[in-house]
């Protein structure tokens, strides 16, 4: 399975941006997705996660009330809505596919991350 973020980009605090990720190859069977962030000098962390018909969702305490995460109507790209944006959002981010829960290794594959920053 190949994964394909993009999205990224330079937004002002209080903007808005949407995140996309693609998958492709062997991506038959349900599986869940999520997204993860690594800002400078910290670790990899949790930001959201959906389950494969899109009824379940996990946020991070950080970002719930601001951002959402959806899946398309192909079930195969994941989508994160990111409003009210912070500086402290600023970060790489990366989606993951198959897998479910807050802990990157709980996952399988991995994009190659698309940078969000964010400007005071």
């Known amino acids: 399975v190949q994964l394909q973020a993009s999205g990224g980009g330079l937004v002002q605090a209080g903007g808005s941006l949407r995140l996309s990720c693609a998958a492709s190859g062997r991506t038959h069977g349900n599986y869940g997705m999520g997204w993860f962030r690594q800002a400078p000098g910290k670790d990899r962390e949790f930001v959201a996660a959906?389950?494969?018909?899109?009824?379940?969702?996990l946020y991070a305490d950080s970002v719930k009330g601001r951002f959402t995460i959806s899946r398309g109507n192909a079930k195969n790209t994941v989508y994160l809505q990111m409003n009210s944006l912070k500086t402290e959002d600023t970060a790489v981010y990366y989606c993951a596919a198959r897998g479910w829960g807050i802990t990157s290794r709980e996952y399988d594959y991995w994009g190659q991350g698309t940078l969000v920053t964010v400007s005071s």
């Open positions: 959906i389950d494969w018909s899109g009824d379940s969702s």
